[in-house]
């Protein structure tokens, strides 16, 4: 069930002054924001926080997209009618998962960059794979220099890789050694102006195989460069991980809080994957994937301790996100709408 609120005055009237203009721009508007209400909405106030009352909980300018979530639009449509969409439903940035995904047509990386720029949308980072046997792969540990280069051209500040650390293996020492290649990422995008990030599933937050009380993500965070490495937590996966490695291989416990890591260092976390899930303990990732808004993670909860850290409220980008989502305008729509009608608690 929905946790939507009332449509969110503040997002009609950001919508508007993107060009939706005259009766095309509140239907749109109210087409947008009241499908993702529901009858449940007067219920979760609540929670929530009636619409338009107190701070939102979601930055200013700081909602972007994964657009792997949009691929099949991509690959249909091309980005342009995909970004128009995006515009519509008030996005403010993309992340990218590839710069063609299939899409419908040619398109170098300056119309790419100039295509969301128009429809203003900023690409703000994209995924690319940590390393492969090919020699000639798109990968950071092939083509190092090739990666850099288009990130830059597409005016991007962050470029990370979605892969895990287990290019040597499982041990405190293969994740060591992982670490210092990272490291070497992370020096060559700063030396470009841009920061490199590693986006975690849950299999991060696992033990190492030689040494049963280390947690595999706490070697990532200890061995690499806090000034070179960054973050990109995905929400999800995170509390995935929290179900699934909160007692060691001996059946101890374990117990971890993902916010709590970014509380300790948010400065590691400059991007968000914001992927919601309905909880379930028979599923051996102990979340069902779901629209955001639709599952159980309290992002009102988790998005409102980030921001209300002293100098960090713009500081962070929340990317929404879904693998395999039913409808994907509709979860970006829906998604859209749910962030932005959150409220802090008075």
């Given at each position: 069930?929905?946790?939507?609120?009332?449509?969110?005055?503040?997002?009609?009237?950001?919508?508007?002054?993107?060009?939706?203009?005259?009766?095309?721009?509140?239907?749109?508007?109210?087409?947008?924001?009241?499908?993702?209400?529901?009858?449940?909405?007067?219920?979760?106030?609540?929670?929530?926080?009636?619409?338009?009352?107190?701070?939102?909980?979601?930055?200013?300018?700081?909602?972007?997209?994964?657009?792997?979530?949009?691929?099949?639009?991509?690959?249909?449509?091309?980005?342009?009618?995909?970004?128009?969409?995006?515009?519509?439903?008030?996005?403010?940035?993309?992340?990218?998962?590839?710069?063609?995904?299939?899409?419908?047509?040619?398109?170098?990386?300056?119309?790419?960059?100039?295509?969301?720029?128009?429809?203003?949308?900023?690409?703000?980072?994209?995924?690319?794979?940590?390393?492969?046997?090919?020699?000639?792969?798109?990968?950071?540990?092939?083509?190092?220099?090739?990666v850099l280069d288009d990130a830059q051209a597409l005016g991007?500040?962050?470029?990370?890789?979605?892969?895990?650390?287990?290019?040597?293996?499982?041990?405190?020492?293969?994740?060591?050694?992982?670490?210092?290649?990272?490291?070497?990422?992370?020096?060559?995008?700063?030396?470009?102006?841009?920061?490199?990030?590693?986006?975690?599933?849950?299999?991060?937050?696992?033990?190492?195989?030689?040494?049963?009380?280390?947690?595999?993500?706490?070697?990532?965070?200890?061995?690499?460069?806090?000034?070179?490495?960054?973050?990109?937590?995905?929400?999800?996966?995170?509390?995935?991980?929290?179900?699934?490695?909160?007692?060691?291989?001996?059946?101890?416990?374990?117990?971890?809080?993902?916010?709590?890591?970014?509380?300790?260092?948010?400065?590691?976390?400059?991007?968000?994957?914001?992927?919601?899930?309905?909880?379930?303990?028979?599923?051996?990732?102990?979340?069902?994937?779901?629209?955001?808004?639709?599952?159980?993670i309290d992002y009102q909860r988790f998005i409102s301790a980030?921001?209300?850290?002293?100098?960090?409220?713009?500081?962070?980008?929340?990317?929404?996100?879904?693998?395999?989502?039913?409808?994907?305008?509709?979860?970006?729509?829906?998604?859209?709408?749910?962030?932005?009608?959150l409220r802090e608690k008075c």
């Amino acid at each position: 069930m929905s946790r939507m609120s009332q449509p969110d005055p503040e997002l009609t009237h950001r919508l508007s002054r993107r060009g939706m203009l005259g009766v095309a721009a509140g239907a749109t508007a109210a087409a947008l924001l009241g499908a993702a209400a529901s009858p449940a909405g007067a219920a979760t106030e609540a929670t929530t926080g009636a619409a338009g009352r107190g701070r939102p909980v979601l930055p200013p300018g700081r909602l972007g997209i994964q657009l792997y979530s949009l691929r099949d639009k991509v690959s249909t449509l091309g980005f342009a009618p995909v970004f128009a969409e995006l515009e519509k439903y008030g996005y403010d940035e993309v992340e990218f998962a590839g710069y063609t995904q299939g899409s419908a047509g040619p398109i170098t990386l300056a119309q790419l960059k100039r295509l969301a720029r128009d429809h203003g949308l900023n690409p703000i980072g994209s995924h690319v794979g940590y390393y492969s046997d090919d020699p000639n792969a798109y990968t950071f540990a092939q083509n190092l220099t090739k990666v850099l280069d288009d990130a830059q051209a597409l005016g991007l500040k962050h470029i990370g890789t979605a892969s895990g650390p287990f290019r040597y293996g499982s041990t405190v020492d293969a994740w060591k050694r992982a670490a210092e290649e990272f490291n070497t990422y992370g020096a060559a995008a700063k030396a470009r102006g841009m920061k490199f990030y590693q986006h975690n599933h849950s299999e991060e937050f696992s033990f190492a195989t030689d040494n049963p009380k280390v947690r595999l993500y706490d070697v990532l965070l200890a061995e690499t460069d806090p000034d070179l490495v960054f973050l990109e937590m995905d929400i999800f996966w995170a509390y995935s991980g929290q179900f699934r490695f909160s007692k060691r291989p001996d059946g101890s416990p374990a117990p971890f809080e993902p916010l709590d890591y970014v509380l300790k260092q948010p400065h590691r976390y400059p991007l968000f994957h914001v992927k919601d899930g309905v909880s379930d303990p028979a599923d051996t990732y102990g979340y069902r994937m779901t629209d955001v808004g639709d599952g159980d993670i309290d992002y009102q909860r988790f998005i409102s301790a980030v921001t209300r850290l002293r100098g960090e409220r713009l500081a962070h980008h929340w990317q929404a996100e879904h693998d395999q989502p039913t409808e994907s305008f509709t979860f970006a729509r829906r998604s859209s709408a749910y962030l932005h009608s959150l409220r802090e608690k008075c």
